[in-house]
């Protein structure tokens, strides 16, 4: 019942953009931080961008500082990634993770499924 799902993904030339969604199912986005993570092939799954619950707070990886923008909807429900002027070595599978702390002081988070990102002339 409890599901993110990733979307957006796809095969695009280097200089191109795309835009990721983030949706969720079962469950509010509305107190919870998300964060992007990708993984490609070999490599260890390195984290991109992440956003706090209100929107106020964005951090990202060197790697795409200026390029990439995170950003929430949460009447939609839905967190974004704008991927601007891809690389090649952007194509990786892009992962959402939305995470809270309960009032019992416990993390909890979620993982969607993934989508896949190719960046190749």
């Known amino acids: 019942q409890l599901q993110l799902v990733e979307s957006g993904g796809g095969l695009v030339q280097p200089g191109g953009s795309l835009r990721l969604s983030c949706a969720a199912s079962?469950?509010?986005?509305?107190?919870?931080?998300i964060s992007w993570f990708r993984q490609a092939p070999g490599k260890e799954r390195e984290g991109v961008s992440c956003?706090?619950?209100?929107?106020?707070?964005?951090n990202y990886a060197d790697s795409v500082k200026g390029r990439f923008t995170i950003s929430r909807d949460n009447a939609k429900n839905t967190v974004y990634l704008q991927m601007n002027s891809l690389k090649p070595e952007d194509t990786a599978v892009y992962y959402c993770?939305?995470?809270?702390?309960?009032?019992?002081?416990?993390?909890?988070?979620?993982w969607g499924q993934g989508t896949q990102v190719t960046v190749s002339a």
């Open positions: 993770n939305a995470g809270v702390w309960t009032t019992m002081g416990a993390y909890r988070d979620y």
């Open positions: 079962g469950f509010t986005l509305d107190y919870y931080a």
């Open positions: 956003i706090s619950s209100s929107g106020g707070t964005t």
